[in-house]
């Protein structure tokens, strides 16, 4: 068996702790139980600490790449195209009514 | 209590010209349409579905940001604005950053207002293009509905935001300023205030010694003035009682018209802005520019300077005239079929303005056209009926959209010319009022009061200046 | 037909011909799928009745003597990532398991209106996280060469099906490696595109700044033929290169002589199998022996592209997957009684796998307040660096040759206790979608009877060297002449 080579070891700060998982969870409106924050804080300082590998990028005065295409203004014209039918709009949704998407309460 | 008071707006407008919505095909003309009929994958954010700028938006967003004096960047690109709401479609919103590469479409702009005779400045710190989210309809009130039903017609329609800041003193500044706003969009041919919620504001609000409150979903430029008394006033009170204003955001209730809290510092949102990665950048060019420029029509502050030279009209009134440009085009139409703008304009700013404001209704909304104010005052000069008698059908004219000589025949109304009629009249009126008869030989006041009485009797049509010559010459006969 | 597989090229020729009828060659490769998908598990969806209407009316056309399309009869297996009209797009994902889109991907509308006829629908990682096929809500996809392993990720089913002759042809996307790794895995062809060369629209996004539908084919005409089809320009997706498709299989016979190929010494050292590496090395000299002209390379900014892909495809995973609330599609959670907020992250709990959580929840902490420097922007410059590297290295090199995969197809099971190992593996296959390059992975051996991909990447659009490279690699490992015993 091969053993896959991390790139140095970091020393291990811990980066994120059971607050900020809950917080990003929060955030990503994604439930997370508590008996399953614990796990997630030692995956994500793993995970997290091998993205610091990142820091040692010498990247001043880079130009980030968000788009690695050069291409500029591309446009469409104000022209209208036929709608999908309601009927077709709304039959994925879990539930509907009279026309309506319908979405839990507010409060 | 005269703490300063400092207020920035947030406004959104719905670029309401345009034929389709910012990032796909469907057509924004969504009012009074059925729910959900106006979407597409895109605007419904289904998955594998993608944005194409509407280039015609872009274009209307950069001639908001030059009308309003704003620099230009060279190159900006999208951003995602990411948060949940049940209004969005993809729990994101594309919108405009100004950081890592992106720019607003335009920044450090303008715009000038009348305050009480004086002009002031009010600074635009940005304008830039973004989606309106959908629609949500609470069966019942927001906080006791069992669910929410949400409704993608608008979700994706163009909106240009304007950010201005904090330049504002007074609720009546930021009115103004909505007005301006509104009067200049509608300048360009962008945008159409009439249309319910086309333009909708956040505003910021803080009183010296307190901390900034930012009031949400100020649905009318009718009710910022309210949203901004109400908090103020609200945050008065608190600092009165040395309580602390704490930083937070609030919604404006409308109906109740009151101000509740959302959301504290504490909980607002982290949007996580990143560039939208399936948009590709826009290069703003000096030629895309120039041509933009080129077809710029006519704008508010220099209809007003135009209407000073051209008309010789007050500058007073060429602001008022100018502030809403429905009421300019009424001026202007009127002017060129009837001429004399002097008389025009001070029929409309006294009592076209009075009357609609009593009906709580905008020109356009009015049933009132120039053709009719036109013929009104053709009426008055061919001596038809008197000015006072003009004022008076002016408030059918405008509710009703009856032209003023019907009006004037059906509730006959024209003026009494007819001498030997008004002789007889006035043989009965003498018959009635012996003793004003008397007097009146001696005392002007009792021959105001015998014209009177004859006004009386032809409730008004009378013509004045022939009563009064037959009164005194049937006195000076006695 | 007994031995090899026909290839889809074939397929069509004889279709187009009248000396296949497309009816009973679906009516073969069903019956194919009913005798050993249970052990493969290629697909989440078969759709064999409307198959078979489609193959009676290409039928039709060759008997009326109308015009057929390039794909004439071709059996295509489609990615559960790409939306199909009318048919089940679930992407590995209980989040999805009832969704069926109401219109179809630029690329398969193309694939149809050549006269492609679509089988079904692949397995794949949920939402494309992973290189194994094992994070699918609906379970593991197996390896056709070796069923106690992984076929690949996250296009695993597209590769199990072809590899098991379940499907003539297949298109698949790739992230991160998500085409070539279960190519390579697998045995078949994979190909990634330039970035915008192949519409996404219709691509359930991932990570929108990487990603690009592919082709997973038998061999490398057929790639180049897939490459016809789908690719060019299309004004729906705003990131499409304004070109039109080339004629990708009149280079293919070109030949290599005299081509300057680099081989990165980042992505063939430290950390790749040895076994593998001495195939993708022996692969190589049969390229210099073909006349092409082998050196050893290197791109220092290599080291870094594994944490910049996780940060980026994380990052917009997070922003692309917030849209499954449960309100317009997808599973929804009971939810009486609760309100929005609470609602949705109940469904988005129950409705996402653990490996989808995981990303977003990454991706939500490296671009909230305070990160988004240090992470998403940082791994955009470093974008910038690895860019450089690779526009250096093509001043010098037509092409550069890799494995596609540092190691041979895991056991199921080996890798999915530990994310961090997992991405491991697709430390040859990010640069080129950090880049935006077109890569190809084609078999070049077999280690242990387990095959292994050889990778080639080339300057952007140089998908016409790329398939030149392949074919003539190809045709000396003839690899594909040995079908795996399922
Ligand atoms: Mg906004
Ligand atoms: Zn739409």
Redo the contacts with the bound molecule.
Sequence with gaps: MRVLVLGEERSRIKLIDEETVRHVAWLARLEVLDDEVEGFVEQFNRILDYFRKLDEAETEDVEPTFHVLNLVNVFREDEPFPPISPQEALKNAPKSERGFFKAPKMV | MSEKVVIGL?V?CQLTSLKTKLFCSCPSNYRGREPNTLVCPTCLGLPGSLPVLNQKALEYGLMVALALNCKIPKRTMFFRKNYFYPDMAKNF?I?MFDRAGGAPLGYDGYVTLAVGGTQKLVRIRRVHL?EDPGRLVYPGTIDTAPYTLVDYNRHGVA?V?VVTEPDFESPKEARAFLQKLRSILEHLGVFDGGLEGAMRCDANISIAGGARVEVKNIGSFKDVERALTFEIMRQKQLLAKKVAVVRETRHWDGERRITVSLRTKEEEYDYRYFPEPDLVPVEITEEMLDQIKARLPELPDARQKRFVSQYGLPGYDAMVLTSDKALADFFEKAVAAYGKPKVVSNWLMSDVLRCLNEYNLEIWESKLTPEHLVEMLKLIDEGVISGKIAKNILWDMVSSGKSPKQIVEERGLTRIADEEYLRKLVDEVFKENPKAVEDALSDEKAIHFLVGQLMKKTRGRADPQLANKIIREKLASK | MGGAKLHAHHVAELVRRGDLSAYEHVCQILEKIERIEDKVRAYITLIPDIALEKAKEVDRKVEKGKRLGKLAGVVLAIKDVISTKGIPTTCGSLMLQDYIPPYDATAVERAVAEDAIIIGKTNMDEFAMGSTTENSAFGPTFNPWDLSRVPGGSSGGSAAALAAGEADISLGSDTGGSVRCPASFCGVVGLKPTYGLVSRYGLIAYANSLEQIGPLTLCVRDCALLMEVVSGHDPRDSTSIPTEPKKYQDVLEKGVEGLRIGVPEEMIGEGVDPLVAKEVWRAVDTLSELGAVCEETSLPSLEYSLAAYYVIAMSEASSNLARYDGVRYGFRAPDEGMDWSSAYSKTRRLGFGPEVRRRILLGTYALSAGYFDKYYLKAMKVRTLIKRDFDEAFKRFDVLASPTMPILPPKIGEKVADPLSMYMCDIDTVPANLAGIPSISVPCGLVDGLPVGFQAMAPPLGEELLLRVGYALESQVRLYERIPVV
């Design positions: 947030e959104h919103q919108s973004e909106l935001e």
